[in-house]
């Protein structure tokens, strides 16, 4: 078998290596990782459990170009930053203290076949100059740096969902190489539910709030479901629906529901004398305009000592300039009077949603992951963490031996191994071994 040797940078727990070793070896290669770079304690413990390292480093940018071995492929799923303003025409001036430096100073020396890079789908209108343009200053500078280093450059934003993974994750995707322009449209769609990858028939939560859910809603009408006060919709639950800081009324929900609603209406910031908010502190006088009760005070101040609302001041917005440039922020103006406001936002609750066993999950992030539950027999419990390494098409002998919140937070950064196994072999059809011998002049697909 020919060998292909890979370098893996920012490399995670080795989503984009799984997709590439697998993509590869379909190919009839055998593909081999020469260097590993990753830095967080425990993303090593993971990708130490489970491959061989040749080499493993941590801060790429304290690696020489001379210590890296030879590879054909470098693959980095690499942080989002902005570059200079100056654009292509000053080199790497442009892109120094930037981890995406690291990336093209060793590209430029080692000049391999190709690379794979991945990175959120905001990389796409990052640093956007202006409204009507299609790709931000910052995904621009890096399709012009690798062009300039002699590279056919393509891109596009994937969805994990059309790639047999029932999460909506989507995610930029950039390769090259130094003979052939991939195509990174046309994939075949797969799409699978989420019941496909959970288990059952495992402990269930007992605690005040799934007591209150379940006490509430029949099971099957939480499928889906967000807890959060400061939106609405059908698909929502607020913590006043259940009861959780105590009793209210009927005309009491009514009134938090119009509340939270008119909170975001920009007349209000007009009257009040402040900058337009999402979600602003309304008086007495202002929320009578549209709930007009003589027990309205009555219950505000209930809402308020329950802990549904808070009587505070508006917040205006501030501006200061800092050695570092114009900082803006919030803070309460007490020269406005005072008023009510939706206390709670989408991560106050130990439950933040309630996956749909007939549908997707949402884009899983790090700060939420640890609350998602799924429904499991007559209760509801938490995902494991086979079941999130399943939602990004991790292997069955895939271990995680750490702590299940820092396996989480892991998952939540990772990438859909899926999707780069698909990526993957669109290069693997056209690499050459022989590749030094090509000198053809690189393309950029924007």
């Not at 830095?39 to 090593?44: F, N």
């Not at 009507?132 to 934003?157: F, P, Q």
């Not at 003979?179 to 990858?197: A, M, P, T, Y």
């Not at 308020?304 to 900082?327: C, D, H, M, N, R």
Request: charged residues 30%.
């Amino acid at each position: 078998m020919q060998e292909v040797r890979f370098i893996d940078l920012f490399a995670g727990i080795g989503g984009l290596r799984l997709g590439f070793e697998e993509a590869f070896k379909c190919r009839g290669f055998a593909p081999t990782c020469v260097m590993t770079s990753e830095i967080k304690p425990h993303a090593l413990s993971v990708l130490h459990k489970n491959f061989e390292h040749s080499l493993k480093v941590g801060d790429i940018s304290k690696v020489k170009n001379s210590a890296i071995p030879d590879f054909d492929f470098l693959l980095g799923g690499f942080p989002c930053q902005p570059f200079s303003a100056g654009g292509k025409r000053h080199g790497f001036i442009d892109t120094r203290g930037t981890l995406f430096f690291e990336i093209e100073r060793i590209i430029a020396e080692k000049k391999p076949y190709g690379f794979i890079l991945e990175n959120v789908e905001g990389l796409v209108k990052h640093d956007l100059e202006y409204k009507n343009d299609t790709i931000g200053k910052t995904l621009r500078v890096i399709l012009e740096k690798l062009t300039a280093l002699g590279y056919h450059v393509s891109w596009n934003v994937l969805n994990a969902a059309n790639f047999g993974l029932p999460q909506a994750r989507k995610r930029v995707f950039i390769v090259g190489t130094l003979d052939h322009e991939i195509s990174l449209v046309g994939f075949e769609k797969n799409n699978v539910r989420l019941k496909e990858i959970l288990e059952s028939g495992l402990p269930t939560l007992d605690t005040k709030f799934t007591k209150l859910l379940l006490k509430n809603f029949p099971l099957k009408e939480l499928h889906g479901k967000s807890i959060k006060d400061k939106r609405g919709g059908d698909d929502n639950i607020h913590s006043w629906d259940i009861g959780l800081k105590g009793a209210v009324t009927k005309e009491q929900s009514v009134l938090l529901s119009k509340l939270f609603k008119e909170r975001r209406k920009k007349h209000w910031a007009k009257e009040i004398g402040i900058k337009w908010m999402d979600g602003m502190t309304l008086t007495y006088k202002q929320i009578k305009t549209f709930h007009d009760s003589p027990k309205l005070k009555e219950m505000l101040d209930d809402l308020v000592a329950k802990g549904y609302l808070k009587f505070e001041y508006p917040k205006s917005l501030i501006s200061e300039q800092t050695i570092f440039g114009e900082k803006t922020y919030r803070a309460e103006n007490k020269a406005l009077k005072p008023g009510y406001n939706i206390v709670t936002g989408k991560l106050s609750f130990e439950i933040n949603k309630i996956l749909d066993p007939n549908g997707i999950a949402p884009t899983l992030v790090a700060t939420d992951m640890a609350r998602l539950v799924v429904p499991d027999g007559d209760g509801l419990r938490r995902m494991t963490l086979r079941e999130g390494l399943r939602l990004f098409g991790f292997p069955e002998w895939f271990e995680m031996p750490v702590k299940t919140e820092d396996g989480f937070d892991l998952l939540g950064n990772t990438v859909a191994v899926n999707v780069v196994k698909s990526v993957g072999e669109r290069l693997a059809e056209v690499f050459q071994p022989d590749y030094t011998t090509f000198k053809s002049e690189p393309v950029l697909s924007l």
